[in-house]
């Protein structure tokens, strides 16, 4: 999934190319075959459609213990008031009524868990801060930005999630390369980049170090914090090459 252009928030810039990008990464890095990629740009991202693929298209697909799911959303994400739950915007999303027309990322998890899915693993180039990768605010209301989210329970076993910043972080754009710099530096760490020991694998642990290196140097070249974050087994391999 990606989204640039919101109806009602500013603009995701570039989260259309990252998703777009990332889909030829998954036929060509993953293997995955055409048939079994759902890509959702900007409209086609609204909330009706998205939760079409969750709950009519992906059921279909996975096949219980066997199925390896790969997850990519590049949008805007944002925090409830009270901080404690974490939503990912789709397209026509309203930010003052995230309950009613957002993504929960908790439900999210829930609907994926209960198909039994062998392994998922999750890349989310969005951040909770209230903030557009421009630094523009995503809610018009004169409330305060919602800072402080609370990272949501527990994450289960078979699931690795990349998350693009720390909650209190904006992710940022790379103009020069017309991507998310988390995306950016995601797809260069898969093309072979974070294999830092050269052994033909790249795990999580591996790619982390690796976009935390080029993220965290690349956003503060901007005058900004970014740094990505894993949850999962840092010793698990992601990808393998021949």
């Not at 066997?66 to 409830?80: N, Q, Y």
Request: charge should be neutral; glycine fraction near 8%.
């Amino acid at each position: 999934i990606g989204i640039e252009g919101y109806d009602r928030t500013p603009k995701a810039t570039y989260a259309n190319l990252d998703a777009k990008y990332f889909y030829e990464y998954a036929r060509l890095t993953f293997g995955i075959d055409k048939s079994n990629i759902k890509l959702l740009i900007d409209q086609d991202a609204n909330l009706i459609q998205s939760l079409g693929v969750l709950k009519k298209w992906l059921p279909g697909k996975i096949n219980q213990n066997k199925t390896e799911l790969v997850v990519f959303f590049a949008g805007h994400g944002l925090a409830s008031n009270d901080g404690k739950e974490l939503y990912l915007l789709p397209q026509d999303s309203d930010p003052d009524l995230l309950a009613r027309t957002a993504l929960s990322r908790s439900e999210l998890f829930k609907t994926i868990l209960d198909l039994n899915p062998k392994k998922v693993t999750m890349f989310f180039d969005t951040c909770y801060s209230g903030i557009s990768r421009d630094e523009k605010t995503l809610l018009a209301s004169a409330r305060p930005v919602r800072l402080a989210a609370s990272e949501q329970g527990i994450i289960p076993d078979n699931f690795t999630i990349f998350s693009a910043s720390q909650l209190d972080q904006i992710s940022s754009g790379l103009e020069e390369a017309n991507h998310g710099i988390f995306s950016y530096f995601l797809m260069k760490g898969l093309e072979g980049n974070a294999d830092l020991n050269k052994d033909k694998k790249i795990t999580n642990g591996e790619l982390l170090s690796y976009m935390d290196q080029n993220v965290s140097q690349k956003a503060a070249e901007l005058g900004r914090k970014q740094n990505p974050s894993l949850s999962g087994n840092k010793e698990d391999v992601l990808v393998s090459y021949r």
